[in-house]
């Protein structure tokens, strides 16, 4: 059993209460530097292994992490953070020998929660009263129709449900990234439940579905100046009016 030896999330500075700023109103950045974000960005064949993330850019990314939306606001995931470079080396084994698994700067790998019980329905509803200084009756509603839509669901469902919420996270992680030019590269090509071996999940209701490297891309990547290929926009995007 790995998992506890290996996680490490540096975030001292996060507030738990993810109370957003009502006065902050100035741009952060125009729709032009989004854009030109988002173009910047590929899946980062070949990281510089000697370039490191600093704390700063970490926190930012964990932050990012930890702000993802999901249905109902359940939150059904783990996200581990890999900075052992032993356990890397042995993920790798299971990634097709990917190179990004021990050469990018960080290595989150994204779990899925596998069901979702009453009593998780609950301690959620108790988190939000908390936060929102809300009266739990207040929220019995809401509760009530969450155990409904979830009770609904056979497990295979529910599991591919609350994995779709993951890979939500997992775009809110790339997409941030993009913005704080920093490189990342989804990892699909692996063994999850080998990563699950190694990670220590089994026993914990958690299960690995995707992992994603972040770092610097190296100079002699060839994919960074390829140009970005997608179909034209009429073909994937349609306006209804």
């Known amino acids: 059993m790995h998992g506890a030896a290996i996680l490490t999330i540096h975030s001292p ?30 899946a980062t064949k070949s990281f510089d292994a000697n370039s490191k993330l600093s704390d700063e850019q970490v926190e930012a990314l964990t932050n990012a992490l930890h ?11 783990k996200f581990l953070i890999v900075e052992n470079p032993e356990i890397r080396e042995q993920l790798k084994a299971y990634s097709w020998n990917q190179p990004q698994v021990t050469d990018a700067s960080h290595l989150v790998v994204l779990c899925v929660k596998e069901s979702i019980s009453e009593a998780d329905i609950s301690q959620w509803i108790a988190r939000l009263a908390e936060v929102q200084s809300t009266p739990l009756d207040k929220l019995a509603p809401l509760q ?47 063994s999850p439940s080998d990563y699950d071996q190694v990670l220590g999940l089994s026993g914990t209701g958690y299960k690995t579905v995707v992992a994603c490297a972040l770092g610097i891309r ?24």
């Open 13 to 42: 500075a996060i507030n738990s209460n993810l109370k957003p700023n009502i006065s902050f109103n100035e741009k952060i950045m125009t729709t032009t530097e989004l854009t030109q974000a988002l173009q910047w960005r590929y």
């Open 67 to 77: 702000t993802s939306p999901s249905s109902f606001g359940l939150q059904p995931w």
């Open 144 to 190: 009530g129709m969450i155990h409904g839509f979830t009770g609904a669901m056979d497990a295979a469902t529910m599991q591919q449900w609350n994995t779709r919420q993951v890979y939500i996270a997992l775009g809110q992680l790339m997409t941030a990234a993009a913005v704080l030019n920093i490189d990342s590269c989804p990892l699909e090509g692996i």
């Open 218 to 241: 190296s100079s002699d990547d060839k994919y960074a100046t390829a140009p970005k290929a997608r179909y034209p926009r009429e073909h994937v995007i349609s306006v209804i009016r």
